[in-house]
């Protein structure tokens, strides 16, 4: 009976560090987030502001949210969101969120680049009959929303233009803040991903004004045809 009751007492012991173990990684873990949420807020307005749309331009105050919502790695780079104000050609209000990377030092904390791990895969989606898209998993919600807007949107185009079966548009994010060439876009991870409803429909409305676009012009469609497209569909004109 006594060595059944030291053998428990053992393992309730056990049980116990392990815990206390836990939760003081926990502790430091929460610690490291808020101290680093702390420091973006204080630093904000250093960060250059990104342009999520043509024409919008942010309100000349302090962020709305800033967030901290995941630690990667072994070096410990907090990834932290900033969602900030916007007004655009439509739209009073909208706002929109950017990811940002901080990491510790000796002499506090420095903003570094996004870590490969965020990001994931690489993916593709037909998306419908008239769209391809390439991205990366970290983007993959955003372009369901897309793919909802933009395949339908095409397809009224078509019928309008009475595209050839083989009429597709692709359209790609790269996981990188600076790129060039038609339909190919940034991961709004740096420019602005949508935060509010407002936000989304105006993201989402461009990048479907673009895709018509670029439809008219592989068709040989007037400049004017395509306009009126975009028009007839109050889409956000870029």
Known sequence: MIQRRLVLLALIGVVLIVVGVTAARMITVANTMNAAAAYAVAHSGELSVPQPLPASAAYDEPPVKVEAVARYGDANAVEVQITRRYQTARRPEA???VTYF???TTNGWQLVSMPDSFWGDSRSTTGGDRLIVHYMQRDSRLVENLVKAADPALEAACERWVCPPGAVVVLQFLPQANVNGELVYPSPRFTGLPASLEAN????SHLTADAILALAK???QLPEA???EIQRQNLYAP
Not at 201 to 204: N, W
Request: hydrophobic residues 30%.
């Open 95 to 97: 706002q929109f969120t």
């Open 102 to 104: 901080y990491q510790p």
């Open 201 to 204: 429909d105006d993201y989402l």
């Open 218 to 220: 592989q068709l040989g």
């Open 226 to 228: 395509a306009r009126a």
